[in-house]
Nanobody
Framework: VQLQASGGGLVQAGGSLRLSCAAS????????MGWFRQAPGKEREFVAA????????LYLDSVKGRFTISRDSAKNTVDLQMNTLKPEDTALYYC?????????????????WGQGTQVTVSS
């Protein structure tokens, strides 16, 4: 299984970015996919998750209404649309896959991880 995250960059506060995670190596039917982030000096934290089969979602409270997670089964991608970005959203963002298909929020509940993509929001 390989997860390849992309789409990070530098944006001003209030702007938008769309991250994409390309998943390969197997069928992800029954899986759940998540996005996590890690800011300098802080622990990695859950941001959002989506179930592959039926598209159920879960979000970190501080990103609700600003971020949207979605999956495209035809392309095998999971996207994170981030709007109204704030400086505190600055972090390295990771995508991950969970074989149990649950909307999990803990790092140990995910089985596969991609490399991070940097998001920097300037004030």
């Amino acid at each position: 299984v390989q997860l390849q995250a992309s789409g990070g960059g530098l944006v001003q506060a209030g702007g938008s970015l769309r991250l994409s995670c390309a998943a390969s190596g197997r069928s992800f039917s029954g899986y759940a996919m998540g996005w996590f982030r890690q800011a300098p000096g802080k622990e990695r934290e859950f941001v959002a998750a989506v179930t592959w089969t039926d598209g159920l979602t879960l979000y970190l409270d501080s990103v609700k209404g600003r971020f949207t997670i979605s999956r495209d089964s035809a392309k095998n991608t999971v996207d994170l649309q981030m709007n109204t970005l704030k400086p505190e959203d600055t972090a390295l963002y990771y995508c991950a896959a969970n074989r149990r298909g649950t909307l999990a929020t803990r790092l140990f509940q995910y089985d596969y991880w991609g490399q991070g993509t940097q998001v920097t929001v300037s004030s």
